[in-house]
């Protein structure tokens, strides 16, 4: 009965297995650090993502600005166009003498 005892007992502090304690521990810190180094990575990379995310919404805000700066420059250059053009009408007609 005692060797019995002895051998539940020894099971228990041995978790069961032919591992001890300590190398079971040790296995569970070397898993944990290694889960914490792949969280430290994917961290990583989404900082990275969200950075590279802010650019491209900076140049597209840029981008947008250009368009209208383009557009009222067109327009701009379009009213003068329209002003040169009537004075080069008034010009050869008055050549022409209309």
Known sequence: MEMKLRSI?????????DKSIVERTREQEAALEAQ????????????????????EA???????DNFTSLKQEVEVNTRRLKKLYEKLQVDVCSLSEC
Do not use: D, T
């Open 9 to 17: 007992e020894s099971k228990l502090l041995s978790g069961g297995s």
């Open 36 to 55: 914490r180094r792949r969280l430290a990575e994917q961290r990583r990379r989404e900082r990275e993502i969200v950075a590279r995310m802010e650019e």
């Open 58 to 64: 900076g140049s597209m805000a840029n981008l947008q």
